[in-house]
């Protein structure tokens, strides 16, 4: 585990938070995979990717999925 970045362990399992919280607020608003890509202009493997916590997934289409969805991300610097 990297000193400089200890959460990538954020992408790397089935039930890891990413995964999750892309998986519960798709279900939540009642969107297929087909449709959150097409909305989001991936691909419907990426998607399928990302939820099952795929360690190796571009991040800018990480974020596009984010944003359609209407989920944020917080980054904090660590503490000096």
Do not use: H
């Not at 400089?4 to 919280?21: C, K, Q, V």
């Not at 571009?58 to 596009?64: A, C, G, R, T």
């Amino acid at each position: 585990r990297s000193t400089l970045f200890p959460y990538t362990t954020l992408f790397r399992s089935r039930d890891s938070d990413l995964a999750s919280i892309v998986r519960a607020t798709r279900k939540k608003q009642g969107i297929s995979q087909t449709v959150l890509a097409q909305l989001s202009n991936v691909g419907v493997r990426f998607v399928f990717d990302v939820e099952n916590g795929k360690p190796t997934v571009q991040f800018d289409k990480v974020l596009s999925i984010l944003r359609t969805m209407g989920v944020t991300m917080k980054f904090e610097l660590p503490p000096e």
